[in-house]
C-alpha cells in the first residue's frame, strides 16, 4: 500500500507512521529528506558566508592580503559544505546504523524516524545562527544547553564543552527514538532501549567533548610544518 507522507501529521501520531511503515511504501518521504539535506547545506553556507568561525581569517585582511585572505574564506566556505554533508550522514545514516546493530530493527524503519531528528537539529541550529545574526556576535556555548550555565560555577573546558553538546534537539531525540523505535519493541525490551538511546547521545557528548579540547589545528599546523 502506498501513504502520504506528512511530517508534522506522522510525528502526533507515531503508532500510525511506526504501522504504515511496516505495511507499505511512503510517498513523499524522499522528497522531504532531500529538501533537509539541501537547508542543512544552505544553512551552513550561509553562517560560513556571515563569518561564523572564520575570525582567525580576519588577521589576512587586516595585513593587507588580500588574495591570501579570499582564498583562505574559499577553502572555508568549501569545508563548510563539507562539513554539512558530513554532519547529516553522520546523524541520518550513521546513527541509523548503529541503532539498527544495537536493537536489530530493520535500517529503513529506523531512517524514517531518524529524519525527524535531523529536522530538529536544524531548527535548532537555524535559531542559534538568527540569534547571532541578529545580535551580531556569537557565543562559545549553546543557550539551548547547560554549558552556559555551568560555566557560571565550573572552567573545565571537557565538562563544559560536553555539556554543551547536551541540547533541547538532545531531549527531543531521546524522546522521538524512544516513542517510535518502542512501537517495534517488546514491551519488556523498551527499559533497555531508552539506555541505548541514552548512552549513544552520552558518548556523542563526551567524544565530542573531548576533540573540542584537544589542540587539533596545533597539531595539523605543526604536521604541515
Same mark, same amino acid.
Given at each position: 500500500?502506498?501513504?502520504?507522507?506528512?511530517?508534522?501529521? /506522522?510525528?502526533?501520531? $507515531?503508532?500510525?507512521?511506526?504501522?504504515?511503515?511496516? #505495511?507499505?511504501?511512503?510517498?513523499? +518521504?524522499?522528497? %522531504? *529528506?532531500?529538501?533537509?539535506?539541501?537547508?542543512?547545506?544552505?544553512?551552513?553556507?550561509?553562517?560560513?558566508?556571515?563569518?561564523?568561525?572564520?575570525?582567525? %581569517?580576519?588577521?589576512?585582511?587586516?595585513? =593587507?592580503?588580500?588574495?591570501? +585572505?579570499?582564498? !583562505?574564506?574559499?577553502?572555508?566556505?568549501?569545508?563548510?559544505?563539507?562539513?554539512?554533508?558530513?554532519?547529516?550522514?553522520?546523524?541520518?545514516?550513521?546513527?541509523?546504523?548503529?541503532?539498527?546493530?544495537?536493537? =536489530?530493527? $530493520?535500517?529503513?524503519?529506523?531512517?524514517?524516524?531518524?529524519?525527524?531528528?535531523?529536522?530538529?537539529?536544524?531548527?535548532?541550529?537555524?535559531?542559534?545562527?538568527?540569534?547571532?545574526?541578529?545580535?551580531?556576535?556569537? &557565543?562559545?556555548? *549553546?543557550?539551548?544547553?547547560?554549558? $552556559?550555565?555551568?560555566?557560571?560555577?565550573? *572552567?573545565?573546558? +571537557?565538562? %563544559?564543552?560536553? %555539556?554543551?553538546?547536551?541540547?533541547?534537539?538532545?531531549?527531543?531525540?531521546?524522546?522521538?527514538?524512544? &516513542?517510535?523505535? /518502542?512501537?517495534? #519493541? #517488546? #514491551?519488556? *525490551?523498551?527499559?533497555?532501549?531508552?539506555?541505548?538511546?541514552?548512552?549513544?547521545?552520552?558518548?556523542? !557528548?563526551?567524544?565530542?567533548?573531548?576533540?573540542?579540547?584537544?589542540?587539533?589545528?596545533?597539531?595539523?599546523?605543526?604536521?604541515?610544518?
Amino acid at each position: 500500500m502506498f501513504y502520504h507522507y506528512k511530517f508534522w501529521h /506522522s510525528l502526533k501520531n $507515531p503508532t500510525y507512521f511506526t504501522k504504515i511503515v511496516e #505495511e507499505g511504501e511512503i510517498i513523499g +518521504y524522499k522528497k %522531504l *529528506s532531500l529538501t533537509v539535506f539541501i537547508l542543512f547545506i544552505l544553512l551552513f553556507i550561509a553562517r560560513e558566508f556571515w563569518g561564523m568561525g572564520t575570525e582567525t %581569517l580576519t588577521t589576512l585582511f587586516a595585513m =593587507d592580503l588580500h588574495n591570501e +585572505y579570499y582564498v !583562505a574564506r574559499l577553502l572555508s566556505m568549501l569545508g563548510a559544505i563539507l562539513w554539512a554533508i558530513v554532519y547529516f550522514c553522520f546523524h541520518y545514516y550513521g546513527v541509523t546504523y548503529l541503532l539498527h546493530l544495537l536493537t =536489530d530493527i $530493520p535500517y529503513t524503519w529506523i531512517k524514517k524516524v531518524q529524519l525527524y531528528v535531523v529536522t530538529f537539529l536544524l531548527i535548532e541550529k537555524t535559531i542559534l545562527f538568527a540569534t547571532f545574526y541578529v545580535t551580531g556576535y556569537t &557565543t562559545l556555548f *549553546s543557550f539551548f544547553s547547560l554549558a $552556559p550555565l555551568a560555566v557560571q560555577v565550573m *572552567s573545565t573546558d +571537557y565538562v %563544559l564543552f560536553t %555539556l554543551n553538546q547536551l541540547t533541547v534537539a538532545t531531549m527531543l531525540t531521546i524522546i522521538v527514538q524512544f &516513542t517510535f523505535l /518502542s512501537k517495534w #519493541e #517488546e #514491551e519488556a *525490551s523498551r527499559k533497555i532501549l531508552l539506555v541505548k538511546i541514552i548512552g549513544i547521545q552520552l558518548f556523542m !557528548a563526551l567524544f565530542v567533548g573531548m576533540i573540542s579540547v584537544l589542540p587539533i589545528k596545533e597539531w595539523i599546523t605543526r604536521g604541515l610544518g
